[in-house]
């Protein structure tokens, strides 16, 4: 077996959390799920540790505040249910369905939560999601793939994560009405275009979570706002002679 026939590391003590955004409340069929499912076995097979779950299915509050309970919302399942499993995580893979070429309304809130909790920090002093890894999957039945990957991929990294190479994978049906993921004859698990993105993508995402870990995380110098709040400038010149 050469080199590129085995695993160049071992992944048994990373974890992941995978997050389907579909519109679908359990137990009702998600195609995205069965999407989802390839990915997290590959993981699962290597010994992470993988917890998945319906952003659905929990009572969030829609804002961009750590706690909605705090501005007003009576129940809010972000902090207490969601939240701690992303922050205990080496990998996101937020998952989810395409309406109108564009990111369900779940996803953008699951955006949104994310983003309220970008001010926090890691124990280096960095922003919380330094060091951690993100991908996308996305499903549907008309165009728009790469276009709802592009939003949710920036969105990631905008707030600290870690994006590997090809870190995203879709599958679409024909443009217009027709069968999804998991319908007979939808030929989407056996698409071997969406089987390698999605193989791909699970594998940039191990690698690059390895490294991190092996690296303690994305050095310090250079990132951290307390510093520079302090005056930190970190080699940069406000007023370069060169003006």
């Given at each position: 077996m ?5 695993p ?6 990373l ?9 679908k ?6 195609h ?9 076995a590959?993981?699962?097979?290597q ?7 319906r ?5 969030v509050?829609?804002?961009v505040y ?15 249910e969601?939240w ?10 937020i ?5 109108l070429?564009?990111?369900a309304?779940?996803?953008?809130q699951l955006?949104e939560r ?10 280096k002093?960095?922003?919380v ?8 999957l996305?499903?549907?039945n008309?165009d728009g ?6 939003s949710?991929l ?14 995203d ?16 004859g939808?030929?989407g698990?056996?698409?071997?275009f969406?089987n390698?993105?999605?193989t791909?993508m699970?594998?940039?995402l191990?690698h690059l ?8 995380g994305v ?12 005056g930190?400038?970190?080699?940069f010149?406000a007023?370069p002679?060169?003006?």
């Amino acid at each position: 077996m050469n080199a590129s026939q085995r695993p160049s590391a071992t992944y048994s003590d990373l974890s992941a959390v995978f997050i389907n955004c579909t519109l679908k409340k359990s137990p009702d069929l998600s195609h995205t799920q069965g999407l989802m499912d390839r990915s997290i076995a590959l993981m699962r097979a290597q010994g992470v540790s993988v917890d998945s779950l319906r952003f659905i299915d929990h009572n969030v509050a829609t804002g961009v505040y750590p706690d909605m309970r705090e501005h007003g919302w009576d129940e809010d399942a972000w902090p207490d249910e969601i939240w701690p499993k992303i922050d205990a995580a080496d990998i996101l893979v937020i998952g989810g369905p395409l309406w109108l070429g564009d990111n369900a309304s779940t996803t953008r809130q699951l955006i949104e939560r994310l983003y309220a909790m970008s001010g926090l920090f890691n124990d280096k002093g960095q922003y919380v999601y330094y060091g951690k890894t993100g991908g996308t999957l996305i499903t549907g039945n008309e165009d728009g793939v790469k276009h709802a990957a592009m939003s949710t991929l920036y969105s990631l990294q905008h707030i600290g994560f870690t994006i590997p190479p090809a870190a995203d994978a879709g599958w679409i049906g024909e443009v217009g009405p027709g069968p999804s993921y998991l319908d007979p004859g939808s030929g989407g698990p056996e698409n071997d275009f969406t089987n390698r993105n999605t193989t791909f993508m699970t594998w940039n995402l191990l690698h690059l979570a390895r490294m991190l870990k092996d690296a303690g995380g994305v050095p310090a110098y250079g990132n951290l706002r307390e510093a520079w709040n302090d005056g930190e400038r970190f080699g940069f010149d406000a007023n370069p002679e060169y003006r």
